[in-house]
């Protein structure tokens, strides 16, 4: 066990495997990705059941984190880099799926239920507490022209590769959430929820 540090754990929640890459349910993956992508690194480096990378990020030491355990175990491999690196679940910040949020928006949190999602509800069963910093990616369908909601169709669209168009607004919506996640290490979770979370033009809808 290493001693205590000022590392922080970014963590994103996913499945491993070239048929589930792109799906909705990678987006914690791809969030991961996208931060890795800008500090010039690769999580390459297996350890803790997880693909992981030292990165510079934020001006803070940080380990890139993607478990390789699956979806519904991602809890197993937190839990295990938390005991190694001696760390404390506030040094912890993890990015996943949310299909209750529409493509295209996210929210910062400091504490939550698992909202039907398993690999949230594996993280907080290892971790003993609901108690940890997220980011939740808006994975839901957005609405028609006409203002009807696509179907999201649940674990079938989850799991079912992205189209074109739908990445195209995931992509755009990964570098505001790589934004927030220097918020998170800079100025704390209160401050990137006050910055993020906000309704704009007070028309009630959320990021």
């Not at 997880?50 to 990165?55: G, I, K, N, S, V």
């Not at 609901?130 to 808006?138: A, F, L, P, S, T």
């Not at 369908?141 to 995931?170: C, H, S, T, V």
């Amino acid at each position: 066990m290493e001693g205590k540090s000022n590392v922080k754990l970014i963590v994103g929640l996913g499945n491993p495997g070239p048929e589930y890459q792109f799906t909705p349910h990678n987006a914690g993956f791809l969030a991961v990705d996208r931060i890795a992508d800008d500090c010039g690194v690769t999580l390459a480096n297996r350890r803790g059941r997880a693909l992981t990378a030292r990165a510079t990020f934020a001006g803070h030491d940080v380990l890139l984190v993607k478990p390789e355990t699956f979806m519904n175990l991602s809890g197993l491999s937190v839990a295990a880099l938390l005991r190694e690196l001696n760390l404390e679940v506030e040094d912890l910040v993890v990015l996943y799926d949310e299909l209750a949020f529409p493509l295209g928006t996210f929210k910062v949190a400091a504490e939550g239920s698992a909202n039907g999602h398993n690999g949230v509800k594996s993280v907080s069963g290892s971790l003993g507490t609901e108690r940890w910093n997220r980011i939740r990616i808006g994975v839901g369908k957005p609405a028609l022209a006409d203002g009807r909601e696509i179907k999201a169709g649940g674990a079938d669209y989850l799991l079912a590769p992205m189209r074109k168009q739908e990445l195209a607004i995931l992509d755009e919506v990964l570098d505001r959430v790589q934004t927030a996640a220097e918020v998170v290490l800079t100025k704390g979770v209160a401050a990137a929820m006050n910055e993020f979370n906000r309704r704009p033009n007070g028309d009630g809808e959320k990021k």
